[in-house]
């Protein structure tokens, strides 16, 4: 039997037993938006000062997703083995980002065993760990 | 036929009230009514001139009612001063419910004189639909896929809030699009209108603003659920590799959104943002080109930015999300070990 094709105890008709079950995920997160919709009529984003080219201002930070980048960018010195620190700052990520992209080609193996779970989460919980501790220390300095 | 039947009227009246706070914020404004402070030049009809149009062409020229006496359905026959939500409720609500009646009063004469056998008024119109459309069949075929009882699992929801996420911000950006002005000039001002004049403006505001947030910490969190749960082996490759993609343009949405508010935050991090994608060897300043219009942030990159969060990725999105959506259902869910 091909992996997508189950037997009809173990599943469950798409319409409507899964689409009500998602509707409930929706439904929750249809709160949530609710909560930041009143929050925000007593505390709205707000905007800070007009754009100023000709005024810097003392800390500037990108958003913060791109921060750990940017911390990396900052930190590193600025020559490394003959080449340019901000090359290899930049470099590194995008050949990362790369990997992740082609990583299923990479890893083709079927998984033999629940071990490998394990490992995999160390691994990401290493990086995410790695990540923020980065962007922590980009939002402090 | 069921999937036509209105049985569900929550989602019904969930949808209606949506579509009514769509269009009841997208067409009031309270800018509507006078300042109360400087009553000295009150707002006239646009000025056409400047935009190279004779002002002596009378039909292009509207001008708006004086204030507190806004313009209602039947003002004119009935002498009455009253807003325009209702009369136009008024009308919805009984007109709708007299086109039932005279409906339902035509259908009972006809089966009375043809003795053709009696059906609710859904499943007509749905017989209606089906006879035209043919789509029964294959909806229901679609609708009936079986499911995995495993994918009943919190960790298998974080890509479907992801996509109501995506739903939600292209909701209320269509609504912030309708204020915003995406000039250097007038950037920042709209942002300000959006806040204090429009009705919800800060909620929707508000709603993208962190819905946008939520939308990244979710789809990284998908992601690293299925990386951990080996979902991406074959034959599932290029759905991870889309999956990447989608990722990798939520990422380009928040950094090409945060510089339309146009402050000082929103100004210096894309300097600093595309001083990033500057330091990419040998195609660092042709990014840097790209990307700023220019060497530095200025009014043409507020624009390129605009025309990219509102038209360029949200085209590319929802077509990966088309693809990641479809081999989904071709492949099913992974089963985990």
């Known amino acids: 039997m091909p992996e997508n094709e189950h037997s009809t105890e173990d599943t469950i008709p798409f319409y409507p037993d899964h689409i009500r079950t998602e509707f409930y995920v929706v439904l929750g997160v249809l709160v949530v938006v609710l909560i930041i919709a009143i929050v925000a009529m007593i505390k709205p984003v707000g905007i800070g000062e007009p754009a100023d080219p000709l005024n810097t201002p003392l800390h500037v930070k990108p958003e913060w997703y791109f921060l750990s980048l940017y911390q990396i960018l900052k930190k590193i010195p600025p020559m490394i083995l003959g080449i340019q620190g901000k090359v290899i700052g930049v470099v590194i990520p995008i050949i990362l980002v790369g990997l992740i992209f082609i990583w299923p080609f990479l890893d083709n193996k079927p998984d033999k065993s629940k071990k490998i779970y394990w490992i995999r989460l160390a691994f990401v919980i290493v990086a995410v760990i790695t990540i923020i501790a980065l962007t922590i220390w980009g939002e402090v300095s | 036929m069921r999937f036509f039947s209105l049985k569900r009227f929550g989602l019904l009246a969930m949808l209606v009230i949506a579509l009514g706070l769509f269009i009841f914020i997208s067409t009031h404004a309270k800018a509507n009514t006078l300042p109360t402070g400087d009553q000295s030049n009150p707002p006239t009809s646009p000025n056409w001139s400047l935009a190279g149009v004779q002002p002596s062409s009378p039909a292009l020229v509207v001008t708006p009612p004086p204030p507190n006496t806004d313009t209602c359905l039947s003002c004119h026959i009935l002498g009455q001063n009253k807003g325009l939500w209702t009369p136009l409720a008024r009308w919805v609500l009984f007109g ?158 928040g950094f090409t959104g945060y510089l339309l508010p146009w402050d000082q935050r929103a100004f210096w991090a894309t300097t600093v943002g595309s001083e990033i994608a500057g330091a990419i060897p040998a195609i660092g300043n042709l990014a840097i080109i790209f990307l700023r219009v220019g060497w530095n942030v200025t009014g043409e990159t507020l624009s390129r930015f605009y025309g990219l969060h509102v038209i360029v990725v949200p085209l590319a999105t929802v077509t990966f999300m088309a693809a990641h959506f479809l081999m989904i259902r071709r492949q099913g869910i992974a089963k985990p070990l």
């Open chain 2, 96 to 253: 709708s419910l007299g086109m039932v009646f005279v409906f339902g009063v035509y259908r009972s004469a006809n089966t009375w004189v043809t003795k053709s056998p009696w059906k609710p008024l859904t499943n007509r119109a749905a017989d209606w639909v089906d006879e035209r459309y043919q789509i029964s069949e294959p909806l229901s075929k679609i609708l009936k896929k079986p499911v995995p009882r495993y994918a009943l699992n919190w960790w298998y929801c974080l890509g479907g809030i992801t996509a109501f996420l995506f739903v939600v911000q292209g909701v209320t950006g269509i609504l912030l699009a309708f204020y915003y002005k995406p000039t250097p000039e007038a950037a920042y001002a709209s942002i300000q209108y959006i806040e204090s004049q429009v009705y919800f403006g800060s909620s929707i505001r508000a709603i993208h603003h962190w819905c946008a947030n939520g939308m990244i910490v979710v789809c990284v969190a998908h992601m690293l659920r299925v990386f951990i749960m080996g979902a991406y082996k074959r034959p599932r490759e290029l759905n991870w590799v889309s999956g990447v993609l989608l990722l990798i343009l939520t990422l380009v949405f």
